[in-house]
């Protein structure tokens, strides 16, 4: 993997992550932008105690372009894009429209492929594996930021989950805080260690889940199930078998077999709903694909919680909970944070093997 970093007309970082180790990328980007005006703030709701990000600049942000005015395909002549390149393999830009910047962290871009029309699931294994890498480089580099206390790899698919750029790619969020999500796993992971004596609460979720009838793959190196207590109408937690607290850990095993594993996933989830994945009018299933990693912040409020006792791991779930029907975050979901789901766990996982690949 060649890594090449450079800088957009506006100040902005670009870095190129290339498979050939000869990779060139010296072009310029010779658009006339402005440096843009980022006024994110983070504001913390006194009752709840969660954050918000106030992002208003973002209103004026690129709003499903034409395919030919496509910001993240490579340039090409005097149609000049994000990427001043002519071609690239993965490439990272800062985000133009940053819900977080400056002291309240950094938004990033991730662009999987330089083909528009491709989705995460048509990637090579090879150009999967280059993902992955530059997920882990972005990890490091903006854990090392003193603003940074959290790196959040994901990805958002389909105009159902609100992309409003068709091009494939996903976004790292850097937040200034541990996101309260990791804090209740934190807190959880602080109670059962002290109620069993020191047992991790990760080993024993993924040890219960493999020994029950919602595993959905599990190979060498990784194991994929529906957790018990599913939120999402299809949702799949995929963890490293040896416990990591974030991608820098993973071992040359776990990475090599990743994008084989990652793949299949995707594609299987592209089946859920037709059956076949291609030659149909449903469109391929939206959905969003999360990274969990360990804070790099202090633990200290989480007592007796030291970094690695947490689990890496990612959860992919979808919108979608049948043939051309979205699940809504209605009453109970957003106003009570407590979520209905219409389809049993156990079904989903019997319908993510049936799916898949042969
Ligand atoms: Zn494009």
Not at 60 to 70: F, I
Not at 123 to 136: F, N, R, S
């Amino acid at each position: 993997m060649k890594k090449t970093s450079t800088r957009l007309a506006d100040g902005r970082e670009l870095i190129y992550y290339d498979v050939r180790d000869d990779a060139v990328r010296d072009a310029v980007d010779r658009r006339p932008l402005d440096r843009t005006v980022t006024a994110s703030q983070v504001r913390r709701d006194p009752l709840l105690g969660d954050a918000v990000a106030i992002a208003s600049h973002r209103q004026g942000r690129t709003y499903h372009p034409p395919a030919d005015e496509c910001p993240l395909c490579p340039s090409e002549g005097d149609r000049l894009s994000e990427i001043p390149d002519s071609s690239y393999d993965v490439a990272v830009f800062e985000n133009r429209f940053p819900s977080l910047a400056g002291d309240s962290g950094r938004c990033e871009v991730v662009c999987f492929t330089s083909d528009h029309d491709a989705s995460f699931a048509d990637l090579t294994e090879e150009q999967a594996g280059l993902v992955l890498d530059a997920w882990t480089d972005r990890t490091a580099e903006l854990s090392h930021l003193p603003s940074v206390e959290q790196v959040f790899c994901f990805e958002n698919r389909g105009a159902e989950i609100g992309v409003t750029l068709g091009h494939p790619h996903g976004q790292i969020y850097a937040y200034p805080f541990t996101t309260p999500r990791t804090a209740l796993m934190l807190r959880s992971l602080a109670a059962h260690k002290e109620a069993t004596g020191g047992e991790n609460l990760f080993d024993a979720v993924v040890e219960r889940e493999l020994a029950g009838e919602r595993v959905v793959l599990a190979t060498e190196h990784w194991v994929a199930f529906v957790p018990y207590a599913a939120h999402w109408p299809y949702e799949v937690h995929l963890y490293p078998r040896r416990r990591v607290p974030d991608l820098l850990g993973l071992d040359e095993g776990a990475r090599t077999e990743f994008p084989q594993v990652y793949l299949e996933l995707l594609r299987r989830f592209d089946r859920i709903f037709d059956g076949t994945g291609a030659g149909t009018d449903e469109p391929r299933t939206p959905y969003i694909a999360a990274w969990h990693q360990a804070p790099f912040g202090t633990l200290a409020e989480f007592d007796g919680v030291v970094r690695e006792d947490f689990a890496l791991h990612l959860e992919l779930f979808t919108v979608r909970r049948t043939s051309g029907k979205l699940k809504f975050l209605a009453g109970s979901e957003s106003g009570m944070s407590v979520f209905i789901n219409d389809v049993p766990p156990e079904t989903a996982a019997q319908r993510l093997r049936e799916v898949a690949s042969s």
